[in-house]
C-alpha cells in the first residue's frame, strides 16, 4: 500500500480529498439534448416521438450539478411546445432527474417528469393534445448534457495543466 492521499485546501480553510477528481464549484452554461419514442395514452393510444433542446445554467457542486432552463419541443403530438425545466445530476453515480413546466402553441399547458442513468431514461408528460384529450405519454428517451460533458472534460483539462 502506498501512502494516503494528501488533502488539497479549499476556500474557507476546509479540506478535500486528493486524487484523479477534484471537488468543483462554479456557474456555467448548459446546453441538454434529448431524444424519445413512447406511447400516448387518453381516448385514443398512439405511438409518440419527440425532439427536445434545452439551453440554460449550469450550478456545479460536484459531484452534484443542478441546471434550470427553457426548452423547445417537437413531437409527433405537438409541433412545437415552449418550457422551463430543472434537473439535478449527480455525476459519480450517473443518476438525474428532470421536471418541468409545458406550454404548447395552442395555449395548452402541461408538465412532465423523469429520470435517468447515464444518456438513458423515461419521462412522463400530463398534457392535452388537440383532437386527443388529457392523457399521459411515457416516453423512452436518450439524454445528451452537453453543458455538463463540456464542464467535465474542462475541468479536468484544466486540473491536468502544469
Partial sequence: MGPAPVSAPTGGGAQRPAGPFVLDRATTWDLDVEGGVGRYFGSSDRWAGLVRGRAGILFVRDPVYDSVGVSFEYSSLSKATFGVEVEIARVD??????????????????????????????????????????????????????????????????????
Wanted: no cysteine; glycine share 18%; proline share 6%.
Fill in 93 to 162: 453515480a450517473g443518476f438525474w432527474a428532470q421536471a418541468g413546466a409545458l406550454l404548447d402553441v395552442s395555449a395548452r399547458p402541461g408538465g412532465l417528469i423523469s429520470a435517468g442513468w447515464s444518456l438513458f431514461g423515461l419521462e412522463a408528460q400530463l398534457r392535452s393534445f388537440p383532437g386527443l384529450g388529457l392523457g399521459v405519454t411515457v416516453f423512452a428517451k436518450v439524454s445528451v448534457p452537453i453543458g455538463i460533458v463540456a464542464h467535465v472534460l474542462g475541468a479536468r483539462g484544466s486540473k491536468s495543466a502544469p
